[in-house]
């Protein structure tokens, strides 16, 4: 998911453009974007939309829903889990225990419907105690498909600046690595400015260097931006294939690390190189 | 407390000139400004002065005792704790249980000497192992005001430059989202450089971005720098109350984001604003 | 250990060099160097030298032997533990449990060979859920002798650009301060860009800063510059004899902190002065 369109929940005239879009998912809306009196009307949008005409749509559909102390968590996910959806997006999760709860709910909701394929579960990491156990919220349940880091949430009302770099790479990278302890992709958080492209795309390029998978947008102009960005480049696919191919003659001849062009390559890079190679073949990036 | 301004216990011939600077809190030091045989002294120093010619400033007042560790802890707070103290701030703290020991300490106290307001603990996070439990340490005790970082504990002892922005930035970024956890601020560590105006004031506005909200002061110079520092600006009061007008707005007419000069606004942003404000009318900034 | 220089263990050819180097320590290696067909080899060879003509060359030994889960741990350890290996080192540490039982096993043959001086155990933190423990790993068992990073298996399965220097600097940072718990010295990684020697210097004297005692070097020529970075300078030890020599006077005095060329030092500031100053010795700095 190098992209994710947000679309809010309350207005259904914009789904069939998001759909329509370059987005690898799209993600309706049913927490900060739709307020609290829309709450039900946007619920049933969704769940219209993911049961009707994009119901066989070619991109991931996510739902955000309500958090678990908003009292509208239950009647969330009773109305949008069905054959549709592919993922609910949870905000401010904080711990493991709620996952689980979270995970059997779905599992419940799976069973009477007779769905065939698991709902899976983007946890977002957004509050400084989500933070604190983002490893373990990833290691919650096989479910978790991924840590979404909210930038929003984390730093306003804490008074930290959303332009400072260290602040924004610290997340970045705490989030990572709690994500990597489960084998998961993390996503960066999205970016407010909504017209201002470089910006956006100074912000995708970094969070790719800590090696987050993709951003949220909330604008379709931000979208072929972020495949752009997180999609591995013609030079890096070319070093990969290198890369594993001296890494495979190497095992051949039963040498454990080579210099390449001047650089020690050992284990690690090897599997770096052909998980490049996958991702590119994945986005069609003509491997 | 947007400034804190040290006098050592020692050198009560400074007490008045730190009570008559324009410092936010006045911070008494019984611990490493005043050298082990000068302990006794430097401690009923501060008693008279808690007791006596400042006990009804318009300041708050802080006194930094030994650790828990140190043998004069138990001293220094008997000596001290009165009605003239609002806040005992403890150095190297590593965990909850000494806090909740030292709250006991504290409400043994106040009962016995029938003090009817409670006395506040500033908890010194300045040891590897206190940052690693920042967040319990905050959330240890509700006696709890704040964490204070302190970088010279920190960093001397294990050859980390006070020079490097990132570990500087690092750390105040994890003590700030710990005290968050506990919706607690967290303080910015002295600068050592007396006389470097310029550096001190870099430091507050790193720390500021940071979203710690004020700075200890060990030269009384320093105090009106950390006052400007950790005061809202003009421009953030009017940008401010441009967005909490717009967000009651928005309310009314059932909208969860808004689009305000080109930035997506929501819930995170407003309390946000609503929070500068009140910042800002309590420093007195003519909101 | 300013410098420790890695030598593949399937290498026999290269160890008089390794021996004759400059570096404070050689670390034989079993692991990522060496091939899955060669380990047996490899290990024959590292024993012999360990026994034989370099057992009295005044170099601290290491081997990093094969993980825990490799399935040649066992083999590792039994074949190199005798009178001339110092410290093992062991690849991807991720918690306390595993440092405990390998201490055990290297108690039981240090006491069926008779060896009278315990083999130390260098961990390597590696892995995002190391780094996550890595305190805990410090304070596992008075054999560890210290932290290592490594960035190549922590960054690049999980797209890390080896580049960002916050990403870096947050590793080590959190690793120089894991390791501070436990009073132990952190080490900074390899740097794979065999014949850059600008980038490694660059590398070594960020690394410095944030506190790391050596650096991995696997190509000869960085011993050197290894050695060079990580020593005190003439400068450092001027001003470190100056606070010193201050500190003594003001103790003498009864003062608990002084201002020194205009600026406060304390405690922690004497502290790291003496550090520095016993590390020149060591050095053979002439202090």
């Given at each position: 998911?190098r992209s994710?369109?947000?679309v809010?929940?309350s207005r259904?005239?914009?789904f069939?453009?998001?759909f329509?879009?370059?987005?690898d998912?799209v993600s309706f809306?049913?927490?900060?974007?739709?307020a609290?009196?829309?709450?039900?009307?946007?619920?049933a949008?969704?769940?219209e939309a993911l049961g009707?005409a994009?119901?066989?749509?070619?991109?991931?559909?996510i739902?955000r829903?309500n958090?678990?102390e908003s009292?509208?968590?239950e009647a969330?996910?009773?109305?949008?889990?069905?054959p549709?959806?592919n993922?609910?997006?949870?905000?401010k999760?904080?711990?493991a225990?709620?996952?689980?709860?979270?995970?059997?709910?779905l599992?419940?909701?799976?069973?009477?419907?007779?769905?065939?394929r698991p709902?899976?579960?983007?946890?977002n990491?957004?509050?400084?105690?989500?933070?604190?156990?983002?490893?373990e919220?990833a290691?919650?349940?096989?479910?978790?498909?991924?840590l979404?880091?909210?930038?929003?949430?984390?730093?306003?009302?804490?008074?930290?600046?959303?332009t400072n770099?260290?602040a924004?790479d610290?997340i970045?990278?705490?989030?990572?690595?709690?994500a990597a302890e489960?084998r998961l992709?993390a996503y960066?958080g999205?970016?407010?400015?909504?017209?201002?492209?470089e910006a956006?795309?100074?912000?995708?390029?970094?969070?790719r260097?800590?090696?987050?998978?993709?951003?949220?947008?909330?604008h379709?102009?931000?979208?072929?931006?972020?495949?752009l960005?997180?999609?591995?480049?013609a030079?890096e696919?070319?070093?990969a294939?290198?890369?594993?191919a001296?890494?495979?003659e190497?095992?051949?001849?039963?040498?454990?690390?080579f210099?390449l062009?001047?650089?020690?390559v050992?284990?690690p890079?090897?599997a770096?190189?052909?998980?490049?190679?996958?991702?590119?073949?994945?986005?069609g990036d003509?491997?």
């Amino acid at each position: 998911m190098r992209s994710k369109l947000f679309v809010p929940g309350s207005r259904p005239e914009l789904f069939d453009k998001a759909f329509r879009s370059a987005a690898d998912a799209v993600s309706f809306d049913l927490e900060d974007a739709v307020a609290p009196d829309r709450k039900a009307e946007a619920r049933a949008n969704v769940a219209e939309a993911l049961g009707g005409a994009f119901a066989g749509a070619r991109k991931t559909t996510i739902v955000r829903v309500n958090g678990f102390e908003s009292g509208h968590f239950e009647a969330d996910i009773e109305a949008v889990a069905g054959p549709g959806l592919n993922v609910v997006n949870i905000p401010k999760v904080e711990g493991a225990d709620a996952i689980k709860r979270a995970s059997e709910r779905l599992a419940g909701l799976e069973r009477s419907r007779g769905l065939d394929r698991p709902i899976g579960i983007l946890a977002n990491i957004e509050t400084p105690r989500g933070v604190r156990f983002a490893a373990e919220i990833a290691l919650a349940d096989p479910r978790i498909v991924g840590l979404q880091i909210g930038f929003g949430d984390l730093f306003e009302p804490y008074g930290i600046a959303r332009t400072n770099r260290t602040a924004l790479d610290v997340i970045r990278l705490s989030v990572r690595l709690a994500a990597a302890e489960a084998r998961l992709p993390a996503y960066d958080g999205a970016f407010v400015g909504v017209h201002d492209d470089e910006a956006f795309r100074t912000e995708a390029e970094q969070a790719r260097e800590l090696g987050l998978a993709g951003k949220s947008c909330i604008h379709p102009r931000q979208v072929p931006l972020a495949n752009l960005v997180f999609s591995p480049t013609a030079v890096e696919i070319k070093k990969a294939r290198k890369i594993a191919a001296a890494g495979a003659e190497m095992h051949r001849r039963g040498v454990g690390a080579f210099t390449l062009e001047g650089v020690m390559v050992d284990e690690p890079f090897i599997a770096r190189a052909r998980a490049l190679l996958a991702a590119a073949e994945r986005n069609g990036d003509g491997v």
